[in-house]
Nanobody, 122 residues
Framework: VQLVESGGGSVQAGESLTLSCVVS????????MAWFRQAPGQEREEVAT???????TYIESVKGRFTISQEKDKKMVYLQMDSIQPEDTAMYYC?????????????????WGQGIQVTVSS
């Protein structure tokens, strides 16, 4: 199983950015995908999840600003980030787990991408 993120970069506060994650080699029909992030000196935190039933969850700090979505036929997962803020600066990771159980614990996710940097300047 391979996850590859794309779409990161440097943006100004208030702008939008969309991250993409393409999944290959995963054959299960039931799954949960997640976006995590980790800023320098901080612990990794889960940002959003979406499962094979299209049920999505978000951490409080991104609700109303970020949207997680997927294109199942393309095996793509997206994180649209609107009204992005400097505190959103971090390395963002795409992750996957078997089954539709949502979890905010990184150790529950077996498959990870390499990460992609998002930098927001004020």
């Amino acid at each position: 199983v391979q996850l590859v993120e794309s779409g990161g970069g440097s943006v100004q506060a208030g702008e939008s950015l969309t991250l993409s994650c393409v999944v290959s080699g995963y054959t299960k029909n039931r799954y949960c995908m997640a976006w995590f992030r980790q800023a320098p000196g901080q612990e990794r935190e889960e940002v959003a999840t979406i499962d094979s039933d299209d049920v999505a969850t978000y951490i409080e700090s991104v609700k109303g600003r970020f949207t997680i979505s997927q294109e199942k036929d393309k095996k793509m997962v997206y994180l649209q980030m609107d009204s992005i803020q400097p505190e959103d600066t971090a390395m963002y990771y795409c992750a996957a787990r078997v089954g539709v159980q949502h979890s905010f614990r990184g150790e529950d996710f077996k498959y990870w991408g390499q990460g992609i940097q998002v930098t927001v300047s004020s």
